[in-house]
């Protein structure tokens, strides 16, 4: 009950702070609507409209209060406009449609859920090889942090440039970018987690006769999953980011990056938000997903989650 009632006052005061904000930032707009309707706003002149403020306008107009919540293109949209066309364009539209923006999502579900298998699978991979070889801890990790500092959407279009010029086209594109925001994650929490076992659990083993071999399938491994979900966690909704960055660049037609492209051409703000807080529910929805399966997992395991 308490956590509940956190939750719902933390969004209570966000949804106050968002109605205030949207008052100065689209009241010129509301004021300009008006003067080329022929509406009288206050007795003062144009200028001395924009010399008050929003602030001052709003005081004397009770209409702007209203109009800045309802414009059809505001510069900042009203939490009940993006509730309003996030249930339109996801209850009330089919599947099918161009305008669902389920439709949109299942594009970029595809490419991120491609793009996280061979993310994970590549982080993993590298960060046992890591964690076996001292060569490869010298040489391989110092590059995968320095990949991490290019800006994804400098390299993303590098990135489809050069896929396209060898034929490559379709969801593949998408999922290495996907993948190239996923891995590192996995990489760093994995080599973690493998590295968690203690030095007197380790020459335990050795007293034990075990190989490296049964040294990481029952020591190393269990060690790591606690370290390893909670980097999926991160990879998931960092490939989803990747997901939605490939399709700007090529122009894409279909996908939630697509929806905000089409968005931000035709000034549809409303649209372009809703589209954001899909792209946040989907994220949200895909780590809760994965914290199920690390309950149900690690409780198999008997390790405390």
């Known amino acids: 009950m308490k956590t509940a009632l956190a939750v719902f006052s933390v969004l209570a005061a966000i949804a106050v702070i968002w ?5 100065p930032m689209n009241i010129k707009g509301v004021l300009d609507a008006a003067e080329r309707a022929g509406v009288e706003v206050t007795p003062t002149t144009a200028r001395e409209r924009r010399d008050l403020g929003a602030v001052g306008l709003v005081a004397g107009n009770s209409f702007a209060i209203k109009d800045v919540w309802s414009q059809d293109r505001p ?3 009203a939490p009940h406009q993006v509730a309003v066309e996030l249930w339109e364009t996801t ?3 089919k599947v099918t449609s161009k305008r669902s923006l389920i439709y949109h999502g299942q594009v970029t579900l595809s490419a991120t859920f491609l793009g996280f298998v061979i993310g994970t699978g ?3 991979l590298l960060a046992v090889g890591i964690v076996h070889s001292r060569v490869m801890d010298m040489s391989v990790m110092p590059w995968a942090i320095v990949s991490q500092t290019i800006p994804i959407i400098a390299l993303a279009p590098m990135i489809i440039v ?3 010029s060898i034929g490559v086209q379709g969801i593949l594109p998408k999922a290495v970018i996907s993948a190239y925001l996923s891995f590192f994650p996995v990489v760093v929490g994995m080599v973690k987690g493998l590295r968690s076992p203690d030095q007197m659990q380790l020459d ?11 040294g990481f399938w029952k020591l190393r491994l269990p060690a790591s999953m606690p370290y390893l979900f909670a980097s999926l966690k991160i990879g998931i909704a960092a490939s989803l980011v990747g997901a939605i960055v490939g399709e700007l660049p090529t122009g894409a037609v279909a996908g939630l990056g697509a929806r905000l492209l089409a ?3 035709y000034g ?5 938000w809703s589209a954001l807080f899909a792209a946040a529910i989907l994220a949200a929805t895909l780590v809760a997903i994965l914290g199920l399966i690390e309950r149900v997992v690690l409780s198999r395991m008997g390790v405390q989650a």
């Open 122 to 124: 590549l982080g993993i």
């Open 204 to 214: 335990l083993l050795k007293t034990y006769s075990a190989s490296v071999g049964q």
């Open 75 to 77: 510069r900042l949209p």
């Open 91 to 93: 209850v009330e539209k």
């Open 268 to 272: 549809q703000t409303v649209q372009i």
């Open 19 to 23: 109605y205030a904000a949207c008052v």
């Open 162 to 164: 050069v896929l396209y």
């Open 263 to 265: 968005g931000s051409y």
